[in-house]
């Protein structure tokens, strides 16, 4: 094997591979990435056994052929080379030469023989899909994913089809929830909904992110989903299991509503958090008629408040939340105004735009 | 309100070694001492019979046995000990709800408002002895004074099978001839410091001005001096629930590197979830204790998201917690513990609470092997790693090996 490239064709690759690849595992050749030379191009597989990419680059070919080396180092070299172009030559062994101008690198590598087969997803009928929509999908519900491995069912989104043609995309970590439904046209032929491990969904994410307008394919076969763009494709393994039945923790309409300045809340609650007693981000919420009093309070530092303008008029509550929860939802909120909703001391606390409860998220509260 | 409060001290005379001697009559007028493996082991009590010869509690039995060749050396029976410390306890609830346990066999008692109804403290203290001596058939030491460290140096000059009350206005004058080893607080380094000040009893603390010795030993000082004149406004802590739950093990040899203490940690781990199965209890915070071969204690601990009661998911923490521990050098001891127990649970509250939760498949997983142990006993099954590797027993034979899992394992934990 011996090819030509851009290195930043080469970095590019690389740097997708670097969230996929396994620094910490018992198997060494999952920290590497899978180079193969064809006649029509180069490609570069990462692949950790749950999630696997493939993506494919132009390049010179003097001599077909493959070999798998280690993505940290090749990254490292590839980002430093001092020419715009980079060559691999295979030599005996599996040593890769790599050349750059008046630099040359011998490094180890394996033989590409041994580097673990991606499931052949063929069977997963492709859905075209709005890569600016999935995106903003993810971005509206990653950050409540648990990261309890404990729970696993709860550590990827919840991707449900609902009527219409629509998506609905849930996650929770067991103490708020995030749901948001779109459109994302297409038949994805599931019988039911779907969870994406947290992983995936970060690598989806970024791949969405480097050319939100590409056109995007995205599917899912028995255990696995396929997603498709230009150049690349991935492939993940599923979460098996049963996500809750999370329309039961979503409260219908809260007794209490009130509505605020987006962003004055999001500051208010970032405030105020500075002093909150522990690492629970604890803040405690009075509201009152017309107004949303936010204060802190920690043995050690002191106390803090701030006040709201708020329309709101019904009998006063005072009640705990981890503020992070809240400014999670509040700063990506696309709206000026939130409508926040709210029951009891005990009862979740209900987030949404004015009229608007297809980006909905749901917190509970803390004892305070 | 009376001006003095009346406080009891209450001991059991060489607890652990009286029941052994009550439940075992060739014993009784013997010199018996119970503790552990004659090389490794230390002395758990002795009675009064073998005392005289030097020996004494934690002493390392290789030299309780130079000391007292003669010795019958029994093991500890952490179950029979539990029982009648549970007896002993009834007894001082009778009496007044203000109960402070220290250990097993001794504890505070305020009896301030029990006179009415029980007559002077000195009488309360007569009538609970005789109590234990008639219905637990062991003998028991009273302190009586106004404040609780009057009362526990009060029970000790008393002991065996005694009683000594110190009325308030004798305070002092009780104190004063005393070493000030017996103030609370006064280890040995604090005790040379204060030699070499020239103050060797407690009464010669108490003469000199509380100001200067503020000024030499900061606030500690001025400590030392109130109780030298019997100044403890230290109230009676009734018991609570216990704190922890834990298992722990001396290795017969000292062991190196995480290898050869896995399967030490995942056993104890595993016991741990049983044993807050059994109480009913989970637990989020798992501690992880390390004794070196040169005595140095390290502990660690590991805040999980969910509360639980599964044993491996505590190993999984206990493994990340090596990770924070010098694995480098010789060790003697590891433990577990499931520590903050029954504390509200305090703070975030959770969506799916209310929800009928499919029970997890590791509680179901747990449900079966407890059974299976209650049937077949804990070798029955076990996991891979642990399987013929480690020392299974019963949990009664497990208290054995260790005071501390004993006093974890009984109904009596909460009195550690």
């Known amino acids: 094997m011996e090819f030509k490239i851009a290195a930043d064709e080469l970095k590019k690759a690389l740097y997708r591979a670097q969230g996929i690849v396994e620094r910490k595992t018992t198997m060494p050749i999952l920290a590497n990435v899978l180079i193969n030379a064809s006649k029509s191009g180069v490609t570069v597989t990462a692949f950790d056994l749950d999630i696997g990419i493939v993506s494919e680059h132009p390049a010179e070919v003097m001599k077909p052929g493959a070999v798998t080396v280690s993505a940290k180092y090749v990254f490292d070299i590839v980002q430093t080379a001092p020419e715009p172009f980079v060559t691999l030559k295979r030599l005996q062994n599996n040593y890769v030469e790599i050349t750059s101008g008046p630099s040359h690198f011998k490094i180890v590598g394996m033989a590409p023989e041994e580097y ?147 962003l004055r809340f999001l500051e208010g609650l970032r405030r105020i958090a500075l002093l909150s007693a522990d690492k629970s981000n604890a803040v405690k919420i009075r509201l009152g008629d017309n107004a949303l009093r936010i204060t802190s309070h920690n043995p050690d530092l002191g106390e803090a408040r701030d006040d709201l303008e708020a329309v709101y008029r019904g009998p006063e509550l005072n009640i705990g939340f981890n503020a992070r929860y809240l400014t999670d939802v509040l700063s990506v909120v696309d709206a000026d105004e939130v409508v926040f909703e709210l029951g009891d001391e005990h009862s979740p606390g209900v987030l949404h735009a004015p009229g608007d409860r297809s980006y909905t998220a749901v917190v509970m509260p803390m004892r305070v | 309100m009376p001006v003095h409060r009346a406080i009891l001290h209450v001991d059991m005379d060489a607890f652990y070694a009286s029941v052994e001697q009550r439940d075992d009559p060739s014993l009784r007028g013997k010199p018996v001492i119970v503790g552990g493996h004659p090389k490794r082991g230390v002395v758990t009590a002795a009675s009064y019979e073998v005392r005289p010869f030097g ?149 010669d603390v108490a003469a000199r001005d509380p100001r200067r010795l503020e000024d030499r030993y900061g606030p500690s000082g001025r400590h030392l001096w109130e109780l030298a004149h019997g100044i403890d406004d230290r109230p009676v802590v009734p018991d609570r629930e216990a704190k922890s739950i834990g298992a722990e093990d001396t290795f017969e040899e000292d062991l190196e590197g995480e290898e050869a203490l896995r399967p030490h940690v995942h056993a104890q781990a595993l016991r741990v979830g049983r044993r807050l199965r059994k109480a009913g209890q989970k637990t989020r915070v798992v501690q992880l204790k390390i004794k070196y071969a040169d005595f140095e204690l390290v502990t660690r601990r590991k805040t999980l998201e969910q509360p639980t009661d599964d044993g491996q998911t505590i190993y999984r923490a206990a493994l990340e917690l090596f990770s924070r521990i010098d694995l480098g050098r010789r060790v003697r001891l590891t433990g577990v513990s499931a520590q903050d127990l029954g504390e509200q649970a305090q703070g975030q509250l959770g969506l799916f609470d209310h929800l009928p939760e499919p029970p997890r498949r590791s509680d179901r997983l747990n449900a079966a092997l407890d059974a299976i142990a209650a049937r077949f006993g804990l070798k029955a099954v076990t996991t891979a790693d642990l399987a013929g590797h480690i020392r299974f027993g019963d949990e009664d034979d497990e208290a054995r090996r260790k005071v501390g899992a004993a006093v974890f394992d009984s109904p009596t934990a909460r009195r550690k």
């Open chain 2, 55 to 203: 020996v004494r509690s934690a002493m390392p039995m290789a030299r309780a046995l130079r000391l007292a060749p003669h010795a019958i050396v029994v093991p500890p029976r952490f179950a029979a000990y539990a029982e009648a410390s549970e007896e002993v306890f009834a007894i001082f609830e009778s009496v007044t709800p203000l109960v402070e346990p220290l250990s097993l066999d001794e504890a505070f008692l305020d009896v301030t408002e029990s006179q009415a109804l029980f007559g002077p403290p000195a009488e309360i203290a007569r009538m609970i002895r005789q109590r234990i001596a008639r219905e637990v058939h062991l003998p028991a030491s009273a302190g009586i004074a106004a404040v609780k460290f009057v009362a526990k140096i009060a029970s000790d000059c008393a002991k065996p099978n005694g009683q000594r009350e110190v009325p308030a206005e004798e305070t002092v004058s009780f104190l004063a001839p005393l070493p000030i080893s017996r103030l609370w607080g006064v280890g040995p380094k604090a005790e040379e410091a204060l030699r070499r000040d020239g103050l060797l009893t407690i009464g």
């Open chain 1, 116 to 262: 673990p087969k991606l499931p052949r997803e063929e069977s997963a009928p492709l859905v075209k899909v709005n890569g600016g929509v999935l995106l903003e999908m993810i971005k509206k519900t990653q950050f409540a994913i648990s990261t309890d491995e404990t729970r696993y069912i709860l550590n990827g989104v919840y991707f449900e089809p609902r009527e219409g043609g629509k998506i609905r995309m849930v996650a929770t970590d067991g103490h708020r929830l995030a749901l948001i439904e779109r459109e994302l046209d297409g038949d994805f032929k599931l019988k039911s909904g779907v969870i994406i491990p947290r992983k995936g969904l970060f690598e989806l994410k970024r791949l969405l992110d480097e050319a939100p307008d590409a056109e995007c394919h995205l599917g899912f076969a028995e255990n696995s989903a396929l997603f498709k763009k230009p150049g690349l494709t991935m492939v993940m393994r599923l979460i098996d299991g049963q996500f809750p039945e999370y329309q039961r923790v979503i409260p219908k309409e809260g007794e209490k509503q009130v509505t605020l300045p987006r």
